[in-house]
């Protein structure tokens, strides 16, 4: 996205709704994950790069205490007062800046009435982190309208939070923390307990394509919750025997072995997805530091096939979408991408096979399930941003 053309745009049309000059534009990106999944709410690692899909917001100051929000994207408006905004999700787009507010003022900050309208194009539904975005967005806004500004891993825990306590999806950090902190070429290895990260420079002759197989998943209420709770089920099995593994992270293979027959084998399969895909992420650093792409790819392919076997969380065509992918000239690695169930493949491609991957992978995709997949030629971008 043209950041900077959408916000000169999205400030005409609050103009339009609002009869109010916008004091202040934001933006925050999407991201894709390269690798390490579901491993963020274990305190693992993962590997994500934000990407130049995008939410831009506008906001202006109100003179009553009317919160107001518009989507550019639905057309449609959304408003609550200081004293009637819910405490929780109605199921709505406006659950996202909402539930930022909500969570902003239990941060005991002082938030005036505002005229808000929010336009995006990461794509919904897809894997690629739509929530996120517009929570950061939204959240950026806020801040400005409080005047404060707040460290990038500080404004992810509070977007995480209104996701999980106001959206009510249980999810980790990574798209939140991604989306304030992501960096231009880079992904980025992030250590979810720590919430220390180190750049991962993706090397400029490797394409960032992604693969979206238009098979939509909807996390709220349902199997992204299941899989967490199937994760710490094993964590509780684990730390009975050693106290000190508080977090599937603290975990080895050999913790697994010795114990997982302890488990049901489905919450003992999903257990062994997340400790090794989380060594994979660590892993999948080092080898793009040493620039072997290779070995990059063969962990990107585990990794697959792991959440498919594992954590049975892909689906046919995601990974009929990898199985394309594998077979073209100038591949290094390819996998679902994100929460699962539906949505992206992460494709790494040397950039000179970049247009006849993309066409070759859509052909073949389209032909086999009579479904045209959106296919995108990614950047790995900066996080989150005032515009203009
Ligand atoms: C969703 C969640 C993240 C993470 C991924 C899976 O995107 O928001 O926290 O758990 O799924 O890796």
Redesign the pocket.
Known sequence: MDTEAVAKELRETHRKVFGQDATGAFSAPG?V?LI??????AGGF?MPAAIDFATVCTVSPREDDRYEVYSANFDEHAAFTRDTLPAKSRQSWSDYPFGVLHVLREEGMEIPGFSMSILGDVPLGA?L?S??SIEVATELALLSLAAKTLPGPEMALLA?RA?NSYVG?N??????FIACCGKRDNALLLDCRSLESKLAPIPPNIDLIICNTMVKHA?AGGE?NTR?AEVEQATAVLSSHRPEIKLLRDATPEDLEQWGHEMPLNVLKRARHIITDSLRAQAAAAALDRGDLRELGKLMGEAHASFRDDFEASCKEADLMVELANKQPGLVGARI????FGGCTVNLVEDQHAEAFAGAVAQGYEQQTGIKPDVFRCHASDGAQRVG
Do not use: F, K, L, W
């Open positions: 991201r994950n390490g999944e579901h491993t963020d709410y993962v894997g982190s929530s996120a995480q996701e999806v999810t980790g950090i990574m798209d939140q996390h992204y967490r991408t994100g929460g699962g």
